[in-house]
């Protein structure tokens, strides 16, 4: 038997299958989805934004309190001086007059009312903080389902793997076993040059497995944030299907919890308060400063040589706007086609959500059909296989129609587990959609 170098490296890695098998770490679903969540960084991102939009949310941040300030000052000037007074006050005149001006005061600072703009200020934050919760759990949602579709990726090619490993172990032992007949005489050349080819495409492949496997853990890596696998990695699958879902269950939790919907709905509420905070312009101010402070002054010049007060000072203004300047209209018509674009988006994600149900329902319900077909395609195949290759030991048919036997066999137990892979995502995507993913 001649072996090339790719084959050599294949060799060396079927004859070390069980105790590869037994040294390379295994990881639970359950295990990747809780790194994932701690580690993703879309997930962080979500998390900080919450608190960025919780220390928004205050009633100091949206204008209901006062504000209240210190306040001193100083002012000192040298002058060259001339008054002159009426009457029988005689004028003055001083050169390098000195005057002092000083004073402190404590101001308290209220809005009394400006058209209740605190109030849908508060508003709007709280629903922003509503929003970025909604974000927060569509990013794990989205985190989780990716873990998911990765998760199962790799499954599929460790499945793979073992199917072209067993394959390759059959056609190596057809082929020691035709190598030996041609030693004594006996034995196909051709069947020889044939097994040695279906030999060399088994190893081939079991490569492009290997390096497939190699880009389903980065890709799963990816998903989670972090290298926390290596490529080695076995994952651990459970293709237990729940056969309680039903269409009409999966379509009234997706009204209530799917997040997109969740999400339409809260951009309508926050343009409407966008709205009402713009109307708030119509209004008049009326705002309030409260004054405690000290005054005093001294001067070379002049009737008054020095002065001070103090005391309390009560200041109301109100201020309306009769013209802006042509900006609240617009502004106003903006927030309007702003509601209505909100209320249009819910519309199309309430239809977008009904399709996609409609077409992961369809998915579900094909591969969940498929299973038992494909099981007993599988029963079939091996049956026909055992037989065919029973026949061919003894030379009663052709490699050709060996190959073909162990072809359909091979291929029956990809299908079965592609069709119980799929059922599975398809059951993951149902629950993703109805809001279930996360609890």
């Known amino acids: 038997m001649k072996y090339t170098f790719v084959t050599a490296i294949c060799w060396s890695l ?46 100091g941040a949206a204008g209901w309190l006062p504000t ?126 044939n097994l040695q080819t279906s030999y060399n495409t088994d190893s081939t492949q079991l490569l492009r497995i290997l390096l497939g496997k190699k880009q389903a853990v980065r890709q799963l890596n990816k998903a989670i944030g972090a290298e926390d696998l290596d490529e080695n990695t076995q994952v651990v699958v459970d293709t237990e299907l729940d056969l309680n879902l039903n269409y009409e269950s999966i379509l009234d939790a997706a009204q209530q919890n799917n997040l997109a919907l969740l999400k339409a709905n809260q951009t309508i509420e926050k343009a409407k308060i966008d709205y009402q905070l713009i109307s708030t312009e119509l209004y008049p101010k009326l705002n309030t400063t409260i004054s405690y402070g000290y005054s005093g002054s001294q001067n070379d010049a002049g009737i008054v040589a020095s002065n001070s007060s103090l005391g309390l000072t009560v200041n109301l203004g109100l201020t309306y706007t009769i013209y802006s300047g042509g900006q609240l209209r617009p502004a106003r018509q903006n927030a309007q086609l702003s509601i209505k674009n909100a209320e249009l988006n819910l519309d199309f994600a309430q239809y977008d959500l009904e399709q996609t149900i409609k077409d992961a329902w369809v998915t579900y319900e094909n591969n969940m059909a498929l299973i038992p077909i494909e099981q007993g395609n599988v029963a079939i195949s091996k049956k026909s296989f055992d037989r065919t290759a029973t026949a061919y030991e003894l030379g009663q048919v052709s490699y050709l129609s060996y190959q073909q036997a162990e072809f359909n066999y091979l291929q029956a137990q990809r299908q079965v587990i592609t069709a119980r892979y799929n059922a599975k995502l398809a059951e993951w995507e149902l629950r993703r959609i109805s809001g279930q993913l996360i609890k």
């Open 68 to 193: 209240a300030d210190i306040g001193a000052n100083y002012t000192y000037s040298n002058n060259n001086s001339t008054t002159k007074f009426s009457g029988s006050i005689p004028d003055q005149d001083v050169t390098g007059a000195e005057s002092q001006n000083y004073g402190a005061n404590v101001n308290l600072r209220y809005t009394l009312f400006d058209g209740l703009k605190p109030l849908y200020t508060l508003k709007k934050s709280q629903m922003d903080v509503r929003l970025m919760n909604t974000q927060y759990k569509q990013s794990i949602e989205n985190t989780i389902y990716s873990v998911l579709q990765a998760y199962y990726n790799l499954a599929a090619l460790q499945e793979d793997y073992r199917i072209t490993a067993e394959k390759m172990a059959l056609t190596q032992i057809q082929l020691r076993r035709i190598e030996k007949q041609r030693e004594y005489g006996q034995g196909s050349e051709v069947e020889r040059l």
């Open 14 to 59: 079927l004859s070390s299958l069980p105790l590869m098998a037994q040294l390379q770490p295994t990881v639970e679903l359950d295990e990747i989805i809780g790194s994932a969540i701690a580690n993703n960084f879309n997930i962080k991102i979500a998390k900080n934004n919450i608190e960025v939009a919780s220390n928004t949310a205050t009633i």
